[in-house]
């Protein structure tokens, strides 16, 4: 439209798109939205990495304590939406070693994170 | 004429969707693939930290000089590499885990204590003679004492100044010192006798004197240097995994350069000044000079394992001894006696030990066991005297670890449970 004048351009037919041409642009639009919508959702749902790293700091905090406090026995505790759930078992023949097993379940009883380690009393 | 054209606009739209759209999942899957792979990362240092403890902790796990892998959990998927052997009086300990082409390694040199209880000063065997104190002379802590018990004595014009012998509990101790633990004895014993480890790299000292200059880690095999001459280490450096082993002498000078390294010779000579760290074991003589300084964790021993005369270890006037200091020799009698002397100003941080006689006249930081004691002035030779020493096990470091120097029947007995190995320090 260069050097066209600005009546020229006013007064220029504008063309129409077809009504099969509309429509097929409406519904490549609405496909194209639809499928970055189930992406999004997607992602979002994958945020339960979030909850799993969540998971996995609180069972590291959980043995960090075991380990200082020296808390060598069974126990459930209440984190956030987690519950920490500790189990402490002899380990060897020695007697002087634990194996640690720590998990972190949400309200369902679903298991989001497990660490285990060994530790000396 | 200005185009409608919906259809191209469309396309392009849903082209900048796609887009965006591609960008997002390839977050989402390099996001989720980082968050896997720092846990494994996790999960395998922490089973690097287990397999250490168990090292630690458990002897029959990873017998002494083997290697093994271990299913830690026994589900299939915590696999550890652990190894333990001998490192001159202490041991090192390896823990290994590879996941994916990640490895972790944690190296330490490990060791334990002659006493689980910290507060036993002095074991001084019953050889029907009392102990006899002059001068500036502290004992402070638990002390095993023959029946005879302690007493003040007055010799080279000095009388006890103490208001207390002894200031703590005394005990009574057996006919003879704890037997040493001869695990360790026979290990070092044996490169004295110029037996050595399959695995170590043998090297002719004569031929590599050129390289003065080594770092070793412990990762990589022992390298054992060796010569049938004498092994001078003035001006040279080493570090790390490093055996020297000759069979006439090793001499040390100010000015070598020495850390963690192990030395085996009948003759260990160290020039005055001398500093580092070192674990050295002598078959017949060892002569410290006077100030030099022997970092933690430093071993001095004296291993006679073919009853000989004229066996003697000697700390210098001046010189510290970060570590162990202990002179051992087989069937003694009263004729061989060996001689472990500490002069005047010398002082020890750690841990003592004779089979025979001790001429103490510094001061330990620590604790002493010895057969008995002897004090040459210039007029007399006393038996069972100290003048103006000093043992005391409360100034040593809370964090002191030092090695398993006696027999596991009398710790079994003494202690009534195992006993716990501890990091001296880390390798790597």
Known sequence: ??????KEILNAKARAATLVESLVAMVIVLISFGIALMIYVNIADSSNSQLKLNAHLTLSEALTETIQDEAYIDEETKKGILTIVKTVQPYGRSGSLVAIHLEAKDGNGK??????????? | MLKASSLFYAIVISLIIALISSSLILFAYFNKQQFQRYLQYEKVIRNVDSGMNLLLGDDEAVPLNTELEVDL???????????RRSWGAFEVAVSKATFKGYTHKRVAQIGSNLFQDKEVALYLADQNKALSLCGNTEIKGTAYLPRAGVKRAYIEGQSFVGNQLIEGE??????????INMGMIDVNAAYLEGSYNA?????????????????????????????????????????????????????????????DVLIYAPEVIVEDGFSGTVQAFAGQVMNVGKNCRFEYPSVLGLINTYPEEGVALHLGEGSELSGVLFAYQKQSSRKLQLQLTIEKDALIRGQVYSSATVELKGAIHGSLACQRFMLRT????????????????????????????????????????????????WLE
């Open chain 1, 1 to 6: 439209m260069a050097g066209m004048t600005l």
């Open chain 1, 111 to 121: 298991v989001w994170g497990v660490l285990d380690k060994i530790a000396s009393k």
């Open chain 2, 73 to 83: 959990f026994q589900a299939g998927s915590d696999m550890v590499f652990l190894k």
């Open chain 2, 170 to 179: 005394v005990r009574e101790s057996d006919k003879t010192v704890p037997d």
């Open chain 2, 199 to 259: 695995e170590d790299s043998v090297v002719n000292f004569a031929k590599a004197q050129d390289m003065d200059r080594l770092h070793r880690s412990f990762s990589q095999p022992t390298v054992l240097f060796f010569s049938e001459g004498p092994i001078d280490l003035g001006g040279q450096s080493y570090h790390g995994n490093i055996v020297f082993v000759s069979s006439a002498s090793v001499y040390l000078s100010r000015n070598s350069d020495l850390k």
């Open chain 2, 378 to 425: 210039p007029s007399s030779v006393y038996e069972n005297h100290l003048l103006n020493a000093v043992i005391d096990p409360s100034l040593l470091s809370a964090h002191f670890v030092g090695i398993n120097l006696l027999s596991h029947s009398y710790q079994a007995a003494a202690n009534d449970q195992v006993q716990l190995k501890q990091i001296v320090q």
